[in-house]
């Protein structure tokens, strides 16, 4: 039981590169998140699914996009790579919605230049 | 709109030293409120879970209380090692999948 795995680890881009970010869970969760972590900023949310097929906007969504095709991965995708896109990605899990607790993965540190 | 504060953003305590990390958030509307913690370069990994219905939960060293009336949540850790220096965040679930994250204070326990 891996719980939330993401790949790349690490990434550089160039600006204008585009990029695909994966994000597995093997504990059957219904939704999944993908975050960004900044200095002094706090997680925000990306983008989030609420089951296989589904996604919707979080509070940062500009300038990615994701896909759920199945239910154990979430993909997040960077069209048009940015320096303000420089951060550290997380992707999360949960069960269900309202009191479930989130399980996070390892994060992905992207640097574009 | 969720704002989450925590104070201080940084502490230095000395090892077995009982310490207090305070959380606060605006909208009372909430789910539940989660503890964190991130060792550097590391993901989140998950403390404690407190419901909305909830008053506090305990694991081990950790107790995490929580007063959705006057919005603050406070992680308490008994006789500190250094083994706990690390970033520690909380997070708020309100409704819509919404979940607002605190910036952290950072723990530093000094041998």
């Known amino acids: 039981n891996a719980g939330v795995t993401q790949t790349p680890k690490f990434r550089v881009l160039k600006t204008g590169q585009s990029m695909t970010l994966l994000c597995a869970q093997d504990m059957n969760h219904e939704y999944m998140y993908w975050y960004r972590q900044d200095p002094g900023m706090g997680l925000r949310l990306i983008h989030y699914?609420?089951?296989?097929?589904?996604?919707a906007k979080g509070e940062v969504p500009d300038g990615y996009n994701v896909s759920r095709l199945k239910k154990q991965n979430f993909l997040l995708g960077l069209e048009s790579a940015a320096p303000s896109q420089t951060s550290v990605y997380f992707c999360a899990s949960s069960p269900l919605a309202g009191a479930y607790e989130q399980y996070f993965g390892p994060g992905t540190r992207l640097t574009v230049t | 709109k969720q704002e989450v504060t925590q104070i201080p953003a940084a502490l230095s305590v000395p090892e077995g030293e009982n310490l207090v990390l305070n959380c606060s958030f605006t909208d009372s509307a909430i789910y539940n409120l989660q503890w964190f913690r991130q060792d550097p370069g590391k993901g989140l990994t998950s403390l404690l879970l407190i419901q909305s219905s909830q008053r506090e939960q305990t694991s081990g060293r950790l107790n995490a209380s929580l007063d959705k009336s006057s919005g603050r949540s406070t992680l308490y850790i008994a006789a500190s090692q250094p083994g706990d220096s690390a970033t520690y965040l909380c997070?708020?679930?309100?409704?819509?999948?919404?979940?607002?994250f605190g910036t952290g204070t950072k723990l530093q326990v000094i041998p």
């Open positions: 997070a708020v679930r309100g409704g819509y999948q919404k979940v607002t």
């Open positions: 699914s609420v089951g296989e097929g589904t996604t």
